[in-house]
């Protein structure tokens, strides 16, 4: 397990939370002004359960070659430890469900609802998107391992919504990985502190 450097003060349960919200309210502001100065048409979100067990499964294959990643790439498994650290060790089991919705909702909305469209439903704006969405990742110099599998994913994230025409299957698949993701090293975590 990785600690959180001595420099970075750990932050607490609800300044988390509160984190997480705002961070959601900003990208969804982000993406209603984008909206309201470009004539850009928002990617569909139309429900349908073929789509939303499209996304779970993309989101479970995200999640499984995440773990592969992690065992593997000593950079991204210290950057990875580094983020959950910090963000979900203070966090109680039902808070997961905040940092798997939020994010996953309002992330999508901004990168795959409204940038992709706006640069070009095409592998271009797949591109530009996904490079701003592992971006949005950064934590710092000493983990541009996690920034670069936040791209990676956020390509991945661009042609499942390029492909569906849906924005309901990006959404699924996003909220799904970081609901697995977190909850699978909540429980490491745990386990590790137990026994150690």
Excluded at 56 to 70: D, E, F, Q, R
Excluded at 91 to 115: I, K, N, Y
Excluded at 164 to 188: D, E, F, Q, Y
Aim: hydrophobic fraction near 55%; proline fraction near 3%; glycine fraction near 8%.
């Amino acid at each position: 397990m990785s600690e959180v450097p001595p420099q970075t003060e750990s932050l607490g349960r609800m300044q988390i939370l509160l984190a997480i919200g705002l961070t959601a309210i900003v990208l969804l502001c982000v993406a209603r002004l984008w909206l309201l100065f470009d004539s850009v048409q928002l990617l569909a979100m139309r429900w349908s359960l073929i789509d939303l067990v499209v996304g779970v499964a993309i989101g479970l294959g995200i999640s499984g070659a995440s773990s592969v990643v992690y065992r593997f790439w000593q950079s991204y498994r210290q950057s990875a430890d580094y983020y959950l650290t910090l963000i979900v060790s203070p966090l109680v089991w039902l808070d997961l469900m905040w940092l798997g919705l939020l994010p996953g909702m309002s992330e999508e909305l901004l990168f795959r609802g409204v940038m992709l469209p706006a640069i070009g439903l095409n592998e271009f704006g797949i591109l530009i998107s996904a490079l701003c969405f592992g971006v949005l990742h950064f934590s710092g110099a000493n983990h541009w391992a996690y920034v670069v599998w936040a791209a990676t994913i956020g390509f991945v994230l661009g042609f499942a919504a390029l492909a569906s025409g849906n924005l309901l299957v990006p959404i699924a698949a996003h909220v799904t990985t970081n609901l697995l993701s977190s909850c699978i090293w909540k429980r490491t975590h745990q386990a590790v502190e137990a026994n150690g």
